[in-house]
């Protein structure tokens, strides 16, 4: 079998993890194994697009797996809940997340584009192999990111959602797994019916 292209060599996770302090982040961890297995078990010749940034953290993870990584936050307090506000402190959140990937080695890795899901719809790769959904939780939120992004996973390809489940603890709770019901709904046929779910963290996989 042919070997796949790897724009960038794959760094071991635990180092990834060890330095970015998330060993005592116990399910996160898991949720990293999962996410690095499907930025390295996915086409690697295309940039993976996730939407929601944050601190950087998952972005850092699939970087690792030796990939190109277009992530997409407005890093708008505005935006954040309630526990993302107070952990920001005032601090400018897509610094601190740069400010990591440098560290790490990863920062030529990783593209941060600093807008919304909506807004940056243009700018973002036409084509990726992974898509990750981290941004806002709400059903209509999910909804819309997904109909902007979801054509744009190719065949064998994935889309990852977290938070998937019932776990909201906001006023508003969250719908990530019904968008996603009423989305494939919609694309009958394009996505396999089967949705692997560990932790929080949700692929499917694109048939065509
Ligand atoms: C749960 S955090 C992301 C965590 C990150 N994926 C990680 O695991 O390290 C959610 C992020 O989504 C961002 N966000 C909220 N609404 C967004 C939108 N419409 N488009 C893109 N990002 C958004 C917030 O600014 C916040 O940084």
């Keep these: 079998m042919a070997k796949r292209k790897r724009t960038f060599e794959p760094i071991p996770l635990a180092d990834i993890v060890h330095r970015l302090g998330r060993l005592q982040v116990p399910h996160w961890c898991g949720e990293a194994w999962r996410l690095y297995?499907?930025?390295g078990g996915t086409d690697s010749s295309l940039p993976?697009?996730?939407?929601?940034c944050w601190a950087g953290y998952s972005a850092a993870v699939m970087?690792?797996?030796g990939r190109a990584?277009?992530?997409i936050d407005p890093h708008d307090p505005e935006l954040y809940n309630p526990t993302q506000l107070a952990i920001a402190d005032g601090r400018d959140m897509a610094q601190v997340a740069r400010d990591a990937w440098e560290v790490l080695g990863i920062a030529d890795r990783i593209t941060l584009i600093g807008a919304t899901g909506a807004d940056a719809a243009k700018q973002a790769p036409s084509k990726t192999s992974l898509l990750y959904l981290d941004a806002n939780h709400h059903e209509a939120d999910v909804r819309a990111d997904l109909e902007l992004y979801a054509g744009r996973v190719v065949a064998q390809g994935c889309c990852a959602l977290h938070d998937?489940?019932?776990r909201g603890d906001e006023a508003i709770p969250w719908g990530v797994r019904e968008a996603w019901r009423d989305y494939a709904l919609t694309y009958d046929g394009?996505?396999?019916d089967y949705v692997s779910v560990y932790g929080h963290l949700a692929d499917i996989v694109r048939l065509d």
């Design 164 to 166: 998937w489940g019932d």
């Design 37 to 39: 297995d499907l930025a």
């Design 63 to 65: 970087a690792a797996a």
């Design 190 to 192: 394009c996505w396999s």
């Design 69 to 71: 990584v277009v992530t």
């Design 48 to 52: 993976v697009i996730e939407l929601g």
